[in-house]
């Protein structure tokens, strides 16, 4: 099965706009991270965002939020005032367990923001 | 460095060739990663090393993959044989601690190609 699941291979959003991006996991460890990556075309993976699996609120960082439904094991990317940089391939990762080093990675969704 | 630097940057190579990837990571991260990124795929884990000691090698796809980090700086990803599998971007990741709940960094990877 699946661990990181990431439904939506291409979105498209219009520049000032806000959108987001579908992340389920699947996991039976009480304790676990959830990550988003951003990898642009030089191909580096850039750390976006952080919730850990007892954090009472959503994690927000600059126009990145995290709405984290932990019923639903949902981890959705909300980015809000899309950019035209803000196109590029988005990664969701889980690290389970604590003290886990790994990362596991969704197949990402390729973000296209148009002008 | 300001950042995790990985070389070279491409690397062809004949198949059956053996191949040596190089990772500088940030000076003093402790936890170093390495990934394996196939074309539209997500990142799949490796090996991971705390300082020198390799602590996790359950992801090296065959006894042909071998990493090193002698002095707990930088890392080599050695590759004997080389198969056309074997083509994929490799990644290197350090991090400052074990506990990486801040996101590694990752370097900008080494695309492979085994023609």
């Known amino acids: 099965a699946q661990k990181i699941t990431q439904t939506q291979p291409g979105m498209f959003v219009q520049e000032k706009e806000a959108v987001t991006l579908d992340c389920t996991y699947d996991t039976s460890d009480p304790s676990y991270g959830l990550f988003w990556y951003k990898q642009p075309s030089s191909g580096e993976m850039i750390f976006l965002i952080y919730q850990g699996s007892y954090d009472q609120q959503n994690a927000t960082e600059g126009r990145y939020s995290l709405n984290f439904q932990k019923a639903r094991k949902s981890a959705n990317l909300v980015i809000s005032a899309s950019q035209l940089g803000d196109s590029a391939m988005y990664f969701c990762a889980m690290r389970e367990g604590v003290g886990g080093s790994r990362l596991t990675f969704g197949e990402g969704t390729q973000l296209t923001v148009n002008p | 460095g300001a950042g995790v630097s990985q070389s070279p940057r491409y690397k062809v190579a004949k198949r059956g060739q053996d191949v040596a990837l190089r990772c500088d990571p940030i000076?003093?991260?402790?936890?170093l990663f390495w990934y394996q990124q196939a074309l539209g795929q997500g990142p799949e884990f490796l090996t991971y090393f705390q300082n020198e000691a390799q602590l996790d090698k359950s992801g090296l796809p065959s006894d042909r993959f071998f990493a090193e980090r002698p002095e707990g700086s930088v890392s080599t990803l050695k590759i004997q044989r080389t198969q056309q599998e074997d083509s994929a971007v490799y990644l290197c990741?350090?991090?400052?601690?074990?506990?990486?709940?801040?996101?590694?960094?990752f370097g900008s990877g080494t695309r492979l190609t085994v023609v």
């Open positions: 000076s003093g991260h402790v936890s």
């Open positions: 990741a350090s991090s400052p601690a074990l506990k990486v709940d801040y996101g590694y960094t």
